[in-house]
């Protein structure tokens, strides 16, 4: 393998700009080409994020010779198409989250890159961030004790204009798959799979989910409390809750975090754990570990698991199940 990984972005919105911008940081990456179906925005944007070629289709980029390994960043309805496209053209691929529309979708992505033999990861960039390493940690030390609840909020008033795959139903829009997403997916790290799942949705005018209440139930009785909005400005926090300790993570708990607290004892026994955070919007920890993966000739992450994404993919499908929340492409065969 060359010097540096080689980089293409498929898709140039906003999160493809960020992904963009937090390569810099990568030593060993480079971004080389990007792909739109509009040769305008691709040439837009790399005037803003210089590579070498700027492709008017998804195909093109996916058959260019010089890159190593494609971000998928368009709308999470796309991801299954476009991931199996980089695929099929035996391209590594990062696929930012939601990976798919449902379970279904995603084992046919992960069937493919193992036919294929390449590399598929879920960019799920929460679970490279150090202060979730931390959190993880903590709780496997056992400076919580018993985990017995999880109280995960995630919410926010779009603002104008209005993105419009955030509520079309043929983009796999709703909050649940845009931003619910986190809130399951930290409630699974801390808690794992639960073992009822109660959920109720206020439905937009387009039919997918604008706010949604999850509760998730296990049998040792800990229970998890997750709620997400597009309806309202929330505290987007996590509390963790043991028998002898406690861990709140405030302010974007998804986001690199510059403080942990840690409530070791009583409710007033806070300690404030520091962090180091780098230049950045921290898309750089995924990318360098899907570099050390390449490096390593691996064809799954041993972080961000296949299974790891299907458990993920299998409770959204639940919690939609319950909710009421449908697409046309649960339909298909």
Known sequence: MADKIRWGILGCGRIARKFAADLQYV?????VAVGSRNQQTADEFIKEFPARKAHRSYE????????DVIYVASPHGLHHEHALLCLQHKKAVLCEKAFAINLQQAKEMIATAREQNVFLMEALWTK????????????????????????INFGFIPPSPVPKRLFDPALGGGALLDIGIYNVFMALSVLGKPDIIEATMTPATTGVDEQCSVIFKYNDGAIAQLFFTFSSNLATEADINGDSGRIRLATRFYEPATTIEFYPGRVDSKVII???KEPGFGYQFEARHVGECLRKGLT???????????????????IRA?????????EEK
């Open 300 to 318: 799954e992450s041993p972080v961000m698991t296949h299974n790891d994404t299907l458990l993920l993919m299998e409770t959204l499908d639940c």
């Open 274 to 276: 520091p962090f180091h």
């Open 60 to 67: 093109a980029l996916a058959a260019d010779g010089h890159v």
């Open 322 to 330: 319950v909710a009421g929340i449908r697409y046309d492409v649960d």
């Open 128 to 151: 490279f961030l150090p202060h979730y390493e931390l959190t993880l940690q903590m709780i496997k030390e056992g400076r919580l004790g018993k985990i017995k609840s999880a109280l």
């Open 27 to 31: 030593k060993d990456a480079e971004l």
